[in-house]
């Protein structure tokens, strides 16, 4: 059964001066423990989707389904991640993590027993103390995926959570997520303009073009790469075929630009 179905979703973005039709009938259904990505140019809508998915907005026409039901009065936990982290500043790791448990008055021994094995997780219990001005950006990006995940939510929304961070910082944190959301079970969604990093980490990638956004193709990432580890899925001999296949797609309309000689 599908998990999460976004059905013929529209969305248009009203300004004093006229309006942007930013997506034009969205479809996708994504199972359970699924991971998929969403690729496409800039200004496509693939944070709009993330948006009204995570229901800080409501989609102008369609329909989003949990479990064959409207999304709209149901309880669905969404994590959301995004490139920059939010942490407090003057809020230790500790309470920067336990923020979620408290607002909702569910501080237990138990929660900062999870907060604990997260944070361990993570490779990041000595931070515990510490203040996020005290960490890398890398570090940061893990304690905000610790804040996540605490919470349980039953969908991981990633929007270009690592695309600020160092190449070799941005390879390990896309082993860690992929490890974390296997682990854990989650169904997420991640929005990328990474093509290598889309492959290395999902199961299915939708292909966006824009104005108004659309989902151009949908790319099943092949079986031998799904359960590898991103770092080890850019060496497998299956990536180079599936990454020239989309990228195919995506350089279309601009041709020109990709002749083999500089
Ligand atoms: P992406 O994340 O793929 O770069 P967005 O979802 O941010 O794209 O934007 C899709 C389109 O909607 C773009 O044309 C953008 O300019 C427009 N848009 C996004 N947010 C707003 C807004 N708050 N008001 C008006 N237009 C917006
Ligand atoms: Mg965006």
């Known amino acids: 059964m599908s998990f999460l179905t976004l059905d013929n979703v529209s969305h248009y973005y009203f300004t004093t001066t006229g ?3 930013a997506l034009d009938e969205i479809n996708l259904s994504i199972k359970e423990g699924e991971f998929v990505s969403i690729i496409g140019p800039s200004g496509c809508g693939k944070s709009t989707i993330l948006s009204i998915i995570a229901r800080l907005m409501k ?3 369609g329909e989003i389904k949990l479990r064959n039901e409207s999304i709209i009065n149901s309880s669905l936990n969404i994590g959301y991640m995004l490139q920059q982290d939010y942490l407090f500043p003057w809020k230790t790791v500790m309470n920067n993590i ?4 408290k607002i909702s008055e569910n501080i237990t021994d138990e929660t900062k027993r999870l907060a604990r094995k997260l944070l361990e997780d993570v490779n990041l ?3 515990e103390n510490v203040y996020p001005s005290e960490l890398s950006g890398g570090m940061r990006q893990r304690i905000a995926l610790v804040r996540t995940l605490i919470t349980d939510p039953e969908i991981l929304l990633f929007d270009e959570p690592f695309s600020a961070l160092d190449y070799v910082t ?3 944190l896309e082993n860690l997520v992929a490890k974390l959301m296997k682990t854990y079970n989650k169904t997420a969604i991640l929005v990328t303009h990474d093509l290598g990093e889309a492959i290395s ?3 299915r990638i939708f292909l966006m073009e824009g104005s108004p956004g659309r989902i151009a193709k949908t790319f099943n990432v092949p079986e031998e790469l799904r359960n590898e580890a991103p770092f080890f899925v850019r060496r497998h001999p299956k990536y180079q075929p599936i990454f020239d296949e989309i990228w195919e797609q995506l350089s279309d309309d601009m041709s020109d630009e ?5």
């Open 19 to 21: 309006y942007t039709k």
């Open 59 to 61: 989609q102008t026409e």
């Open 98 to 101: 336990l923020l979620g448990p």
């Open 125 to 127: 219990s000595h931070t």
């Open 170 to 172: 941005k390879l390990k």
């Open 201 to 203: 980490m999902s199961d």
């Open 258 to 262: 990709t002749e083999r000689k500089v």
